[in-house]
T-cell receptor
Framework: NAGVTQTPKFQVLKTGQSMTLQCAQDMNHNSMYWYRQDPGMGLRLIYYSASEGTTDKGEVPNGYNVSRLNKREFSLRLESAAPSQTSVYFC?????????????FGEGSRLTVL | AQSVSQHNHHVILSEAASLELGCNYSYGGTVNLFWYVQYPGQHLQLLLKYFSGDPLVKGIKGFEAEFIKSKFSFNLRKPSVQWSDTAEYFCAVNAKAGGFKTIFGAGTRLFVKA
């Protein structure tokens, strides 16, 4: 039972390049989330998907797009990467939509934009 | 804006010292409250959670937290820390008033001296 799996774990991009972070969970969870973690700022919610077929903006959605491909998979796309998007990205999932319970996190993806 | 505030960004303690990390939130109404821990090089994992009932909740590894509704607080405590408690600790809140999104505080880095 892998839990939440993110790929890639490390990525270096040049400004203006695009990339997609992949996330998959095998816990049959309804809700999935993308957070970014920056020093001194904790985790900030980028986008979330309360259930299959729905996505909503979080605290810092600018510069990102998401796709809830199916119940298992939730991808995050950077169309034109900027140095300000250098961060560690975490995908998470949760059992319930709405008033959710515990979040289960992936191991993170460290992205550097030069 | 809704927010979660953690009072200390860095805490240094000696082994066997007592720990208290402060957390305040600005949401009104019903809330779910969490403390997550991130050990060096690892992803976030749940330490403890409060949904309802007894406002004093116990988590893993001897941690506990007290929910004080009138103070909008959910402080984390441990009577005697160990070197292995060195980690970053995040308070998180999920509230109906916040659109059911889990919002994190900035985190507190704890370093325990052996």
């Amino acid at each position: 039972n892998a839990g939440v799996t993110q790929t890639p774990k490390f990525q270096v991009l040049k400004t203006g390049q695009s990339m997609t972070l992949q996330c998959a969970q095998d816990m049959n969870h309804n809700s999935m989330y993308w957070y970014r973690q920056d020093p001194g700022m904790g985790l900030r919610l980028i986008y979330y998907s309360a259930s299959e077929g729905t996505t909503d903006k979080g605290e810092v959605p600018n510069g990102y797009n998401v796709s809830r491909l199916n119940k298992r998979e939730f991808s995050l796309r950077l169309e034109s990467a900027a140095p300000s998007q250098t961060s560690v990205y975490f995908c998470a999932s949760s059992t319930k939509a709405g008033f959710t319970g515990e979040l289960f996190f992936g191991e993170g993806s460290r992205l550097t934009v030069l | 804006a809704q927010s979660v505030s953690q009072h200390n960004h860095h805490v240094i303690l000696s082994e066997a010292a007592s720990l208290e990390l402060g957390c305040n939130y600005s949401y009104g109404g019903t809330v779910n409250l969490f403390w997550y821990v991130q050990y060096p090089g690892q992803h976030l994992q749940l330490l403890l959670k409060y949904f309802s009932g007894d406002p004093l909740v116990k988590g893993i590894k001897g941690f506990e937290a007290e929910f004080i509704k009138s103070k909008f607080s959910f402080n984390l405590r441990k009577p005697s820390v160990q070197w292995s408690d060195t980690a970053e600790y995040f308070c998180a809140v999920n509230a109906k008033a916040g659109g059911f999104k889990t919002i994190f505080g900035a985190g507190t880095r704890l370093f325990v001296k052996a």
